[in-house]
């Protein structure tokens, strides 16, 4: 199995506040994502990196925010959080050389 | 835009019928096609990548295959633990490493 950990892997929070889900690899691939499952749109992409201090937007990105300081960890910050980003975060890694994924085991977040 | 579409949405097979899914694509030049598994509060598990036409991969009981427009998942003789939800996902040659998911087949196998 792909060297992934995600934190927290549950989390309950309110409305306006802060939240930062971490993923780890110990894989040293250079390419991190971080998507959101929902039940009807499937997994869609919120930001993802290609190296360190290297990010870019996917295709839910509005009120997300991501940095990647060192190869092994990628954040996903979500400044102030709505109801509307209860879901469940997966994050994922690849070499980049194949295009395969490996994804974590998800956080689920419920805003309240 | 990249888009993927599954069918069907929901399948329940007695154990021992054999079924296929179905992933129809549309992208910009394919670079690969994959296929995962995911469990029910679990992460996907990579099972196939397929990269050109004609293409077919095999892991015990399942065998995906690949056309210009579509890929089909087959399940031989499935039981009860090839219960999953089963996505299916593209990859362009220019999208910078970005995945377009479908929304999944959820295949349920009755004993």
């Known amino acids: 199995d792909a060297g992934i950990t995600q934190s927290p892997r549950h989390k309950v929070t309110e409305t306006g506040t802060p939240v930062t889900l971490r993923c780890h690899q110990t894989?040293?691939?250079?390419?991190m994502y971080w998507y959101r499952q929902d039940p009807g749109h499937g997994l869609r992409l919120i930001h993802y990196s290609y190296g360190v201090k290297d990010t870019d937007k996917g295709e839910v990105s509005d009120g997300y925010s991501v940095s990647r300081s060192k190869t092994e960890d990628f954040l996903l910050t979500l400044e102030s959080a709505t109801s509307s980003q209860t879901s469940v975060y997966f994050c994922?890694?690849?070499?980049?050389?194949?295009?395969?994924?490996?994804f974590g085991e998800g956080s689920r977040l419920t805003v309240l | 835009e990249d888009q993927v579409t599954q069918s069907p949405e929901a399948l329940r097979l007695q154990e021992g019928e054999s079924s296929s899914l179905n992933c129809s694509y549309t992208?910009?030049?394919?670079?690969?096609l994959f296929w995962y598994r995911q469990d029910p509060g679990k992460g996907p598990e990579f099972l196939f990548t397929l990269y050109s036409a004609g293409e077919e991969k095999e892991k015990e009981r399942l065998k995906a295959t690949l056309t210009k427009k579509e890929s089909f998942l087959h399940i031989t003789a499935p039981k009860p633990e090839d219960s999953a939800t089963y996505l299916c996902a593209v990859l362009p040659y220019f999208g910078n490493e970005k995945l377009t998911f479908g929304t999944g087949t959820r295949l349920t196998i009755i004993p």
């Open positions: 992208v910009s030049g394919l670079r690969g």
């Open positions: 894989e040293n691939h250079r390419y």
């Open positions: 994922a890694i690849s070499g980049g050389d194949t295009g395969e994924l490996f």
